[in-house]
């Protein structure tokens, strides 16, 4: 099977094990009952917890063809496992899953025969060895976060979380589409609009070789197409890592407080930022909730609560 190439964010890159973004914090700062959520799928964690706070429906997109895989093996595990065994099938900390060959053949009893198809071939690649391919190029481990995923996920606070949830899943459906963000208000197998669109911190990723006269342009472009699938009062919203994590490296302009606001008078939109703890130690992350603004003044006096 074609390996994956670590640096990239392509159609096939390696699977994320775990969100690596504060999911339950900011989902505590928003409101997801009965919300219709269109959301990076990732490692599937967004879309999870989106369903665990009641959110009616969450469509998961993502540019790697492989997060639908990990999705559906999370979503999987989630029903077929128990808490402790899904703790140590992808880890109780970023980096010590075991994808274990045999509580795989648990969690395999609701995969597609596709999806099991893809997993068989992977772990016999690795002689059906889960901690070798979980540390393989086929998955991103984020080591350098230490928060636990317990932390970071709701629905793996607790045993109880962990029932609760798995009791709101059963009833759901789940669906992840390979797309690419750029083609977000022109994709034909994306259906309607949308409360709420978690863009994970992926417009962090999308500047990198653009010059920087056209920095404000590209990314107002993106939002304003990313702003056609919203429904008159949604949002939709982005991660930014502390500036503190940046130690040596540029901030990435999505995440810097004066691009954004130039964005926000260029693109007529109400933004606020929403701060919690952050991935790494004594530090704050925030997300940045942006907003159709309903005056073209540029200065619209934020609404969003
Ligand atoms: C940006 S990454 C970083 C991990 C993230 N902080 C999390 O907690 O999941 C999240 C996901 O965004 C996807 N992605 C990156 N660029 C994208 C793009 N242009 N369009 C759609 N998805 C993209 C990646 O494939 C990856 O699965």
Same mark, same amino acid.
């Given at each position: ?36 959520? /269109? ?9 999870? +917890? ?35 065994? !899904?703790? $140590? ?8 899953? #075991? /994808? ?19 997993? /068989?071939?992977? %772990?016999?690649?690795?002689?059906? $060895? ?23 996920? #709701?629905? /793996? ?24 963000? +750029?083609?977000?208000?022109?994709? +034909? ?14 417009? $962090?990723?999308? #500047? ?29 919203? %982005? %991660? ?8 040596? %490296? ?39 909730? !942006?907003?159709?603004?309903? $005056? ?10």
């Amino acid at each position: 099977m074609h390996r994956p190439s670590h640096h990239k964010m392509t159609s096939k890159a390696p699977m994320y094990i775990y969100a690596t973004e504060m999911v339950s914090a900011y989902y505590n700062c928003l409101n997801l009952r009965r919300k219709r959520v /269109l959301s990076i799928t990732g490692s599937g964690d967004q879309i999870i +917890n989106a369903y665990l706070r009641g959110a009616k429906e969450v469509i998961g997109f993502d540019i790697n063809q492989y997060a639908s895989s990990i999705l559906e093996l999370k979503i999987s595990a989630l029903i077929n496992l128990n808490y402790f065994e !899904f703790l $140590n099938f992808f880890g109780n900390s970023m980096d010590n899953g #075991t /994808l274990d060959f045999k509580l795989y053949s648990k969690v395999k009893k609701d995969l597609s025969n596709k999806t099991h198809k893809f997993f /068989l071939a992977l %772990y016999k690649e690795f002689d059906y $060895n889960g901690k070798r391919l979980i540390k393989s190029d086929y998955f991103r481990e984020r080591s350098s976060i230490k928060v636990a995923p317990i932390k970071i996920n #709701t629905y /793996l606070k607790d045993e109880e979380s962990y029932l609760y949830c798995r009791d709101i899943i059963k009833g759901k459906k789940f669906q992840s589409l390979t797309l690419d963000i +750029n083609d977000i208000a022109v994709s +034909n197998s994306l259906r309607g609009k949308f409360d709420i669109i978690n863009l994970s911190n992926v417009l $962090n990723y999308l #500047t990198g070789n653009t010059k920087s006269e056209d920095i404000i342009k590209t990314l107002t472009s993106v939002m304003r197409n990313v702003s056609k699938r919203l429904k008159p009062h949604g949002l939709f919203f %982005y %991660y930014s890592y502390s500036p503190h994590g940046f130690q040596g %490296y540029k901030i990435p302009p999505a995440s810097q407080l004066e691009v954004i606001d130039e964005i926000k008078k260029v693109g007529y939109f109400e933004v606020v930022f929403k701060k919690f703890s952050g991935v790494s130690f004594k530090t704050f992350d925030r997300v940045n909730l !942006f907003k159709k603004s309903e $005056n073209k003044s540029g200065n619209p006096t934020p609404k969003i609560k």
